[in-house]
């Protein structure tokens, strides 16, 4: 089975480049010294949790609970749920800690951390801190932070273990300078929030931080235990944009057919759309707005003259490029492969990756989990 | 059960607002003596398939041979694939028909023809139509169109069985005057084409327009024999903006928690990001940009306070609004449920509905099929 035998729209996935992204952090992480508890919300594969997991320490991060239920469901039981926990929530993460999940939970508000303390079950605690994202956490400096804490130590069962925070705002970066700035407030905001748990006297082991960019670019994580990248994994078009990575570091494409051309306004369509693609317009932002993604030859997986899939509709790509399209190169049911901004959103429409090895032969499918 | 019950984020569909929106397209189609070939697209449940084919021909629009397989497995044979085949995919939609669908594929490209009246089973086509979307079809009156029907009806097996034209640039308009030009524009492009296939001694019965804008604000359909339009069984902002409903007809909302509060920049959060309610911002082109959907009452479905979700990352919606959030009205754990710009989009993330009817019980869940 090789790449051009698959049905598209069809998720390709480079073990390749995998294996290097992958390396790469997990050495980035032991230089700095501190542990890498990878963000599985992109991958949301257990097969890429395995690589990534590979000579670090065993635990990991996710975005919601159904990936928790997932990853415990194939062994991995260290998981920190890096989204606010609402009150509703607390029974559904106390089964997962009931079947054997070292289950850690992120709060940023007051009452919350009270219907924790009075849950009927215990829980271990990060508290959410804000280095400059603006989107959840409180200022490491606040009143909050403390009575956060306090709430939950006060009460029988449950525990804070420690801060976290996440560098969002490293994504407005554009350049190496800058994101080793904000780097450095995303550890500096958990180094002094923990400083002050600890000073009011609250044992705490956890400091957690991570974005790809600052995990990437940071010069020191003094202080830090813990880091939290999530798209290194497989890169896209928005990483390589702001520096982090090349587009030769992209280990996820879209494959898919071309299936109309409409020479008259330099356009051909392929059947990967809104859907298999996203909506994710983030490269908009950059010096090079990529569109939707970038076509590209299906076995080399480089850039195809110029073309860019400019428009989506459900399941069209709308595929134009400043200079003339190789119409002839490329016949109606030629396939191509489709760099995508996003990796996170791009995959979450698509169940399985087909995994390659640098060449075009599928060496394996991955399953994915999805939903809530 | 009731809303409340629910993990958020999930699906939720009103069948009252279902029941309206179907009825009332069955309605008029029946005025305008035409048939309804529902694009089940949008939907991708048996469940709201019946609901919108009561009443009408039983016949069935797909936008992927994922749906097709769903919907044959169902029962439901009379099917229009309606995204231009590419040769790899004749197997495929040869199997279906073995199965007992009633298959009808679509081209607009020569060589696309060739391979079909080259292949080993038959094939029932329609020639894609471009009405002035520009987005794939032949002209109506191009040599294309004859060539295509030539080459097919030319094959052993294979059969042109008429014309097929969506009017995707109804979504350009902003008024009913716009939509009904555009809807006369539709209307004559595939009764033009179909007549020069008539005349050049084409057999073709099948003349098929439709979007939901087009269908919705036709005055005459005089020559049509079918229409497919899509999104009316749900509706949503981009629909109830260019004035084709009312929000009140928007049959689906996102149920989500509000996980965090951010006084200070007047900003809620929920979890319902961009996977929940996808990346869609079609409501941007509008006169009122909703954001990536407007925050409702769980109870009500009606806005609140001009709540808009200004902005998603994964597992997160930023919440902002003109004038102060009533915080204490909505305290973490709170359930709201949040309009979306683009129902299909939205819908695409999840597994599942969970079927209310005008309340708050859950009266059935229904599922969905994804992929391709």
Request: hydrophobic letters at 45%; aromatic letters at 4%; proline letters at 4%.
């Amino acid at each position: 089975m090789v790449l051009d035998d698959l049905e598209t729209p069809a998720l390709v996935l480079d073990k390749q480049r995998l294996v290097v992204n992958t390396a790469a952090m997990t050495q980035r992480m032991k230089y700095l010294g501190v542990g890498l508890r990878p963000h599985l919300k992109t991958a949301k594969s257990v097969d890429v949790a395995r690589m990534a997991l590979d000579g670090n320490f065993g635990g990991v991060t996710v975005s919601t609970l159904a990936e928790a239920v997932y990853f415990l469901d194939h062994g991995i039981r260290d998981i920190t749920y890096a989204v606010c926990i609402v009150p509703t929530k607390l029974d559904a993460a106390a089964a997962l800690s009931e079947r054997g999940a070292d289950l850690k939970l992120i709060t940023d508000n007051p009452e919350a951390a009270r219907a924790i303390a009075e849950h009927a079950e215990s829980h271990q605690v990060l508290v959410e801190i804000d280095c400059g994202e603006h989107r959840t956490g409180v200022a490491p400096d606040s009143n909050a932070l403390l009575a956060i804490a306090d709430t939950i130590n006060r009460s029988e069962r449950s525990r804070i273990v420690g801060v976290l925070t996440h560098a969002g705002h490293s994504y407005l970066c554009r350049n190496r300078e800058e994101m080793e700035a904000v780097a450095d407030d995303e550890r500096l905001a958990a180094v002094t929030a923990v400083e002050r748990l600890k000073s009011a006297g609250h044992d705490c082991s956890v400091v957690s931080v991570g974005s790809t960019p600052t995990a990437t670019f940071a010069k020191s994580l003094a202080g830090v235990s813990e880091a939290r990248p999530g798209v290194y994994v497989f890169m896209d078009l928005f990483q390589a944009g702001i520096g982090v990575c090349s587009r030769s570091d992209i280990a996820l494409t879209v494959l898919a057919s071309v299936i109309a051309h409409r020479p008259e306004v330099n356009e051909l369509i392929l059947d990967a759309g809104g859907l298999a693609l996203s909506k994710d317009r983030s490269t908009q932002a950059l010096g090079e707005d990529c569109g939707y993604g970038l076509v590209c030859d299906v076995i080399t997986a480089e850039p195809i003259s110029g073309l860019v899939v400019a428009g989506v509709h459900q399941e069209h790509g709308q595929v134009t490029a400043p200079s003339p399209i190789p119409f002839e190169r490329l016949p109606v049911g030629t396939k191509v492969r489709v760099m995508p901004n996003h990796a996170c959103m791009t995959a979450a429409a698509h169940d399985t990756y087909n995994v390659i090895d640098g060449g075009i032969d599928i060496v394996a499918t991955w399953d994915r989990c999805h939903g809530w």
